[in-house]
């Protein structure tokens, strides 16, 4: 049993290393479960990654049944034997085509965001999936793959029924499978962790891995595993917080990630700032400042006191860990929990030496804005014209040295393409400079 797709594709990339060493690859998440963990693979394989989007072709009176599948840039395939056995004429394959394409386009946009597709002329292809039942949907898109000129394809899966892999073998040159337990009934049985991915999971993963492939956004660590990267469980008065603590190699600085607005640890936007953190060398550690009862009062999510009070309990946990000896701690704050990152920052005084703020509220910290002793970064979206009013308001009560960054064309959530890389940009470099060991900065 695999802990998570994260796992799983941890474990896939180590069997793939060897075989995939001298090939050009590009790695292809299946939309919306494999793309977890087609992001481990490529990682591990340094490879660019992409989605492949498909779909499949179901004639007319019996959909369930495939005559064929298509994929973007017009690609098709067909079932010939299909076709002339359930008798589907011109006509009938068009229009069944033009739905499943605008379909197949709108999906395809949603998670590039604006990118291009990765090309996979004369290249390797590795069609990736959180696991196998039937095996119809990576069929087609190993076809469909192979149509947009791949030279070779590797259908990779962390667990798959044996009956489903042998015709598997007849549209790709490989078939990699960790386990084929039997009996099998369903993917999700070999995850203790199954929950569902998410459009937002996918975007995030996918536009981070177009910014490791174009190189890191500021310089840091290199691609050390983490020291520590588990779940962690902080008693606050009482009431268990879960979190998540990353600390990678050569740690120059860590990171405690304030939620707000009813958001969790499982935020994919502060995930993915996280993971670029990590990937310059900053620990993070993601927490739920909330029980999952709380997260549904909307008076917990404005209560900036509540959030205050255990956010401070969190970092002296924090502090008292072994990984964080000799290491500067800042506080990253998104919408309610930047007022309480600002508010923390200002009772822990000279402890808390940065703090960003992602489309928050500074304003509800109120009079202890005056009290704040740690450098901050104010990161808001252009478009987000309210919450930029209110920025500006707060930083002109600041103790601190502050900066206001305007993101152009951003809007609240920052979902716009480019605008959420931008926001780990400006946010790894402030932490990277004000959390750098005293008496050393980086530029």
Same mark, same amino acid.
């Given at each position: 049993?695999?802990?998570?797709?994260v796992?799983?594709?941890q474990?896939?990339?180590?069997?793939?290393?060897?075989r995939l060493?001298?090939?050009d690859?590009v790695?292809?998440?299946?939309?919306r479960g494999?793309?977890?963990?087609?992001?481990?693979?490529?990682?591990a394989?340094d490879?660019?990654?992409d989605?492949?989007?498909?779909?499949k072709l *179901?004639?007319p009176?019996?959909p369930? /049944?495939a005559?064929g599948?298509i994929g973007?840039?017009?690609?098709?395939?067909?079932?010939?034997?299909? /076709?002339?056995m359930?008798?589907?004429?011109d006509?009938?394959l068009t229009?069944v085509?033009?739905?499943?394409?605008a @379909?197949?386009?709108?999906r395809?946009?949603?998670?590039r965001q604006g990118?291009p597709?990765?090309?996979?002329?004369?290249?390797t292809a590795v069609?990736v999936d959180?696991?196998?039942a039937?095996?119809s949907?990576?069929?087609?898109? !190993?076809?469909?793959a192979?149509?947009?000129?791949?030279?070779?394809?590797?259908?990779?899966?962390?667990?798959?029924?044996?009956?489903?892999?042998a015709?598997?073998?007849?549209?790709?040159?490989?078939v990699? !499978?960790?386990e /084929?337990?039997?009996?099998?009934i369903?993917?999700?049985q070999f995850y203790?962790?199954?929950?569902?991915?998410?459009?937002?999971?996918?975007?995030?993963?996918?536009a981070?891995?177009?910014?490791?492939?174009?190189g890191p =956004?500021?310089s840091?660590a290199?691609?050390?595993?983490?020291?520590r990267?588990?779940?962690?469980?902080?008693?606050?008065?009482?009431?268990?917080?879960?979190?998540?603590?990353?600390?990678?190699?050569? !740690?120059s600085?860590?990171?405690?990630?304030?939620?707000?607005s009813?958001?969790?640890?499982?935020?994919?936007?502060?995930r993915?700032?996280?993971a670029a953190?990590?990937?310059?060398? /900053?620990?993070?550690l993601?927490?739920?400042?909330l029980?999952?009862p709380?997260?549904l009062?909307?008076? =917990?999510?404005?209560?900036?006191?509540?959030?205050?009070v255990?956010l401070?309990?969190?970092?002296r946990?924090? @502090?008292?860990q072994?990984?964080?000896h *000799?290491l500067?701690i800042?506080?990253?704050?998104?919408?309610t929990?930047?007022a309480?990152?600002?508010?923390a920052?200002?009772? =822990?005084?000279?402890?808390?030496?940065?703090?960003v703020?992602? *489309?928050g509220?500074?304003d509800?910290? *109120?009079?202890r804005?005056?009290?704040?002793?740690?450098?901050t970064l104010?990161?808001v979206?252009g478009?987000?014209t309210v919450?930029?009013s209110?920025n500006?308001?707060a930083q002109?009560?600041?103790?601190a040295?502050?900066?206001?960054?305007?993101v152009?064309?951003?809007?609240h959530l920052?979902?716009?393409p480019?605008?959420l890389e931008e926001? =780990?940009?400006?946010a790894g470099s402030?932490?990277?400079?004000h959390?750098?060991?005293?008496?050393q900065?980086?530029?």
């Amino acid at each position: 049993m695999f802990r998570d797709r994260v796992e799983a594709g941890q474990l896939l990339a180590e069997l793939l290393k060897e075989r995939l060493a001298d090939d050009d690859v590009v790695v292809l998440g299946l939309p919306r479960g494999g793309v977890p963990v087609a992001f481990e693979v490529a990682r591990a394989l340094d490879a660019p990654l992409d989605v492949i989007v498909v779909r499949k072709l *179901g004639v007319p009176f019996q959909p369930e /049944l495939a005559m064929g599948a298509i994929g973007e840039a017009g690609v098709r395939v067909l079932n010939l034997d299909v /076709l002339s056995m359930a008798g589907v004429d011109d006509a009938e394959l068009t229009a069944v085509e033009d739905r499943e394409r605008a @379909e197949l386009e709108r999906r395809a946009a949603r998670f590039r965001q604006g990118r291009p597709m990765t090309s996979l002329v004369g290249r390797t292809a590795v069609v990736v999936d959180d696991g196998i039942a039937t095996g119809s949907t990576a069929r087609a898109a !190993c076809q469909v793959a192979r149509a947009h000129g791949a030279a070779r394809i590797h259908l990779a899966v962390p667990v798959a029924p044996r009956s489903s892999l042998a015709s598997l073998a007849e549209v790709a040159d490989e078939v990699v !499978c960790l386990e /084929l337990p039997e009996p099998f009934i369903a993917v999700g049985q070999f995850y203790r962790d199954f929950s569902q991915t998410t459009d937002e999971e996918v975007v995030a993963l996918l536009a981070r891995g177009a910014m490791a492939a174009s190189g890191p =956004a500021v310089s840091g660590a290199g691609d050390d595993p983490p020291v520590r990267d588990e779940r962690v469980e902080v008693d606050v008065g009482g009431v268990s917080l879960v979190g998540q603590l990353t600390v990678p190699e050569a !740690c120059s600085g860590l990171v405690v990630f304030a939620h707000g607005s009813g958001s969790s640890r499982h935020s994919p936007r502060n995930r993915f700032v996280a993971a670029a953190l990590n990937d310059v060398g /900053l620990g993070t550690l993601l927490f739920d400042l909330l029980t999952t009862p709380e997260e549904l009062t909307r008076s =917990a999510v404005f209560d900036i006191e509540l959030l205050t009070v255990r956010l401070g309990a969190v970092t002296r946990w924090l @502090e008292a860990q072994p990984e964080a000896h *000799g290491l500067r701690i800042g506080y990253f704050g998104a919408s309610t929990g930047a007022a309480a990152a600002l508010a923390a920052a200002a009772e =822990a005084g000279d402890r808390i030496a940065a703090v960003v703020s992602r *489309g928050g509220r500074p304003d509800l910290a *109120g009079p202890r804005l005056a009290a704040v002793r740690a450098p901050t970064l104010f990161i808001v979206g252009g478009n987000d014209t309210v919450v930029l009013s209110l920025n500006r308001q707060a930083q002109r009560h600041l103790g601190a040295e502050s900066e206001l960054d305007v993101v152009p064309g951003a809007t609240h959530l920052f979902e716009e393409p480019g605008a959420l890389e931008e926001v =780990a940009r400006l946010a790894g470099s402030w932490f990277l400079h004000h959390l750098a060991p005293v008496g050393q900065t980086t530029g």
